[in-house]
């Protein structure tokens, strides 16, 4: 079965950092591009970095320069840097894998972004 569990979610000031971690079990993690996405409250959730199985990124535009997705495959992990950060940021942020043909997601942790 396929769990994803993000943590390092939290209230910080604009122009602050966190760094989101998601840990995964049930797949072969370092087959497989992970993502993280996002949803603001009344908001569609959207994609904000990608990382490939070698390791290869894309970022939304709103966070290219600012956000930094990592991987760590020997312990299943997927990481988002999160440097500069804007009240726009302030939202769940999700990690999601495409396993088998479908969609898995951890449970979320919320970033508010305020002064």
């Known amino acids: 079965q396929v769990h994803l569990v993000e943590s390092g979610g939290g209230l910080v000031q604009p122009g602050g950092s966190l760094r989101l971690s998601c840990t995964t079990s049930g797949i072969n993690f370092k087959l497989y591009t992970m993502n993280w996405y996002r949803q603001a409250t009344g908001e569609q959730r959207e994609l904000v970095a990608s990382i490939t199985s070698d390791g290869s990124t894309n970022y939304a535009e709103s966070v290219k320069d600012r956000f930094t997705i990592s991987r760590n495959n020997v312990w299943n992990r997927v990481s988002l840097q999160m440097n ?10 999700y990690c999601n894998v495409r396993y088998r043909g479908s969609p898995f997601w951890g449970q ?4 508010t972004v305020s002064s």
């Open 84 to 93: 500069s950060l804007k009240p726009e940021d302030t939202a769940a942020y």
């Open 108 to 111: 979320g942790t919320q970033v």
